[in-house]
């Protein structure tokens, strides 16, 4: 068995079991996103692609305000859930997928207490929070009651109903990974 699971990446069975979950409540578009990403991650385990992934990618500010300003005004001036939001989240996938999927190269910081005791707080806030949320989502299905103890979309649909909630929601949103991935040209890793 260890043998059939070396050089697994850790995320493949999040990202299949994921995928299962929003095929079971009739998501399409959203299984279909984390299929894919599923798909990848097993081709990558059994090198069924040849594929030298490169360094972390480095993108200009000017690019990145760019594509948010672009993405920002499709939103604005579209109606939710509409072709063009469909369009834009085809042509924004791959170029995430670009972004997040890639190697680390060269040494790595060595581990100390602080980063090990850092990393854990953030896995069990990371569980509590996917736990919390898939409770939410079991309740509000068995019991019919979505309000009692909402899910995230419940809370945030108030705001995406506006045009302005919708593109603010999109600029912090990408604001935020640009700022976790630290893909900006000439910051510090």
Do not use: C
């Not at 499709?74 to 085809?90: A, G, H, P, Y």
């Not at 995430?96 to 190697?103: D, M, Q």
């Amino acid at each position: 068995m260890k043998q059939l699971l070396r050089g697994i990446n850790p995320w493949l069975p999040v990202f299949a079991f994921v995928t299962m979950f929003h095929l079971q409540r009739g998501s399409v578009v959203d299984a279909i996103i984390f299929g894919t990403g599923t798909i990848l991650l097993i081709a990558d385990w059994k090198k069924l692609v040849k594929f030298h992934m490169p360094e972390r990618p480095q993108i200009s500010v000017q690019a990145l305000l760019f594509v948010m300003a672009i993405s920002s005004a499709v939103l604005f001036f579209s109606e939710r859930n509409s072709w063009q939001d469909k369009v834009l989240l085809l042509a924004l996938a791959p170029i995430a997928v670009v972004l997040v999927y890639y190697r680390d190269h060269g040494p790595k910081p060595s581990s100390n207490k602080v980063m090990a005791r850092t990393k854990w707080i953030w896995v069990t806030l990371a569980l509590v929070m996917a736990v919390s949320e898939l409770f939410a989502y079991i309740f509000a299905e068995v019991f019919q009651d979505d309000l009692t103890y909402p899910t995230i979309s419940i809370l945030v649909n108030p705001i995406l109903d506006s045009p302005y909630g919708r593109a603010i929601f999109l600029i912090v949103w990408m604001a935020i990974g640009v700022g976790l991935l630290q893909i900006r040209k000439g910051r510090r890793r």
